[in-house]
């Protein structure tokens, strides 16, 4: 079969229907109307290129350069005003179609509505960009759990600080489900906290609590489940009793706002949180999406 310069075949076969699909997201909707399109065409072939995630101007050369290679039909959902207008223009001067996938259906509508027309990111892009969000915030609360690179905590949107088996971990790992990088350092007696935790300028440090009588049968059960009962004072009451109180000092000395962990779920614990990012600016409202207000006790 012979393709002419307008990527169709010549009379030896089917026709082939060249199509470049170009999309600022994951292309499901380019590709949907491109199958559903051609479905209703007979006796061709169709052969499509996609390509995803395009929201630079960058991208668009390298495109538009394997158009021209072989000229066929473009159909794109580019919402990005430069990019489009980039990617439009060149397709033009290539003497091939290009076709913006929401003009026929935004254009008459709003003109139905007498409406202005603003485009923006599809409730596609905005989920796909939620998603990296969220990933890069589990990668960042995995390094930074326990302690862990402590001296390297100002990306963290929240720092957790609180005594052994007060929930940090888990609760870290809730927030950072939520697209929230969050970080957590336990308060070990007689060892001073990391110096990065008080160097840290822009996270939110918390600090959590819980009542002396729960901790020491939660530390007591995990004694036993690991068979190191009486190894030290870890659950002994007296001990957890000062432990608590110094890290309830320290909170307060250092300004901190505390959450008494000792009634509440993590998730909770966790929407409190949101919360007081969101008073301080550094939480979108998607973060909060299904999220309840939490009660005004802060444990203080």
Sequence with gaps: MVLNETGSAEADGPRTIIIYLISHASGELVEMLARNTTAQIDGVEVERHLWKMVRN????PEILARIGERRGFVIHSVADAEVR?????????LGVPCLFALEPFVSQMAEYFDAPIRYRASAREVMDDEYFRRVEAMKFTLAHDDGLASDDLEDADVILVGVSRATKTPTCMYLASRGIKAANVPLVPDVPLPDGVFQAKAPLVVGLTINPDLLSRVRDSRLKRLREEGASDYADIEAVRREVTEARRLFVRRGWPLIDVSQRSIEQT??????????????TGSALDGEQAPDASSGR
């Design 57 to 60: 101007l960058g991208q668009v």
């Design 85 to 93: 207008a980039s990617l439009e223009e060149g397709c033009y001067r």
């Design 270 to 283: 966790a929407s409190m949180i949101m919360q007081m990012l969101k008073k301080r600016g550094a939480l």
